[in-house]
């Protein structure tokens, strides 16, 4: 069965750096996604991302997040400068088309440590 | 305000037993999807059972089963039959048909399977 995969599982970085965390959605989908889930908390939606062209984003995704679909299969989010409130698990999520019963594949998560 | 209500933060069962996890939302669209999340230790999404707001019909997934009240916005879970390895955090979410497609998540139950 098609999966959603994400890495790297776990990325430790110091706060200020770049990450870039990546995903590989099931190969016909069209519809992404990337929600935060700090630890003990819910799972939060921060950006959807269709044709190339993000979709919709909460307001948790300011200026220093940005995603992109580079090469047609990766799916990427892209912290510019980390913030300790930045750790948290990310989870990528994709689907084929909104009429699908809206249900959406998760990914397994990377875990962020902004140390 | 759309939000999902998930008023109890844990709790246990022992093997074998039923048990019932609450959720209740809150939305002015007549048109959505209704989801819950099981989520385990590893921290994976896994998709436990979706039910069509249009559907009367409870939803049923072998030993998953819901109790879908629309009037009242009510949508449970129950787990007949429980299982260790159903030990995990519950999240139960929702999502429109139209305009935005972000999942809505409540605050999880976290379940314990007793041996």
């Known amino acids: 069965e098609p999966e959603v995969t994400q890495t790297p599982s776990h990325q430790v970085t110091q706060m200020g750096q770049e990450v870039i965390l990546r995903c590989v959605p099931i190969s016909n989908h069209l519809y992404f996604y990337w929600y935060r889930q700090i630890l003990g908390q819910k799972v939060e939606f921060l950006v959807s991302?269709?044709?190339?062209?993000?979709?919709?984003k909460s307001e948790i995704f300011d200026d220093q997040f940005s995603v992109e679909r580079p090469d047609g299969s990766n799916f990427t989010l892209k912290i510019r400068s980390t913030k300790l409130e930045d750790s948290a698990m990310y989870f990528c999520a994709s689907n084929l088309d909104r009429v699908e019963g809206g249900t959406q594949y998760f990914g397994p998560g990377t875990r962020l440590t902004v140390l | 305000a759309q939000t999902v209500t998930q008023s109890q933060p844990e709790m246990s069962v022992q093997e074998a037993e039923t048990v019932t996890l609450s959720c209740t939302y809150d939305?002015?669209?007549?048109?959505?999807?209704l989801f819950w999340y099981k989520q385990p230790p590893s921290r994976q999404m896994i998709l436990v059972i979706r039910?069509?707001?249009?559907?009367?019909q409870n939803a049923t997934e072998n030993r998953f089963s819901v109790n879908f009240q629309k009037a009242a916005k009510s949508f449970s879970l129950k787990i007949s039959d429980s299982q260790l390895g159903d030990t995990a955090m519950y999240f139960c979410a929702f999502i429109h048909t139209s305009g935005t497609y972000k999942y809505i998540f409540g605050t999880g139950t976290r379940l314990k399977v007793l041996a």
């Open positions: 039910q069509e707001a249009y559907k009367q």
């Open positions: 939305t002015s669209e007549s048109n959505y999807y």
């Open positions: 991302f269709y044709n190339n062209e993000i979709s919709e």
